[in-house]
């Protein structure tokens, strides 16, 4: 009959202590997408500042649209904060309401948007300017857009469990808040550089 031994190696203490698995996995979902609107920026850059065409062409200016767009992703993050406050006191139907409220402002950032692809859609532009400055708009917006409209089903699905989260239980609101906290910052970003370039 074997005696049990145990293992002489000590057991591995983790690497980020007080991270859990989701947490650190929302880092690295975070960094990569960090990775891809970096390039997708130097890309828009380098070639704006290359093609002499698109420097010197007289551009109109971005959709008024873009800025009422920013103010309905600027509500829904200060919605989805002031929903983790509501459930940091147990309060579930406060959650319920201020996910509504970031999901409403989310619908309207959208809707804003393909008013604003429509509106640069009928924009008259220099023909040396016209294709690049569309085609680096709408890249830079849509890639946005599609991470924006990913973001919803997490969102929806932490609306729908509203009602069973609680003040010890809540890591999911918050990992949902933090990516759409990243998706503003990003967003903020893509439109200071637009708004710098044209």
């Not at 983790?14 to 690295?28: E, F, I, K, N, R």
């Not at 929806?156 to 809540?170: D, E, G, H, I, W």
């Not at 808040?177 to 990003?186: E, H, M, P, S, T």
Request: aromatic share 10%; charged share 10%; glycine share 8%.
């Amino acid at each position: 009959m074997s005696t049990y031994r145990p293992s002489e190696h000590p057991r591995r203490e983790p690497s980020w202590p007080g991270t859990s698995t989701a947490q650190l996995g929302m880092y690295v979902g975070l960094a990569s997408l960090s990775v891809l609107f970096i390039a997708s920026l130097v890309g828009y850059i380098v070639t704006r500042y290359q093609n002499d065409g698109w420097r010197t062409a007289h551009l109109p200016a971005l959709p008024v649209g873009l800025w009422v767009a920013t103010a309905c992703l600027i509500g829904q993050s200060l919605a989805l904060r002031a929903g983790e406050r509501r459930l940091a006191k147990n309060d579930l139907p406060g959650l319920a309401r201020w996910l509504h409220v970031a999901l409403a402002a989310i619908v309207g950032f959208l809707a804003l948007q393909l008013l604003n692809w429509r509106s640069v859609a009928s924009t008259t532009l220099p023909s040396s300017a016209a294709t690049l400055y569309a085609f680096s708009f709408y890249m830079l917006t849509v890639l946005h857009a599609l991470h924006v409209v990913g973001g919803l089903v997490p969102l929806l699905v932490v609306t729908k469990r509203a009602p069973t989260y609680s003040s010890s239980r809540c890591e999911s609101v918050r990992l949902v808040r933090q990516y759409w906290d990243f998706l503003l910052i990003v967003w903020l970003v893509l439109l200071g550089t637009l708004w710098g370039t044209t």
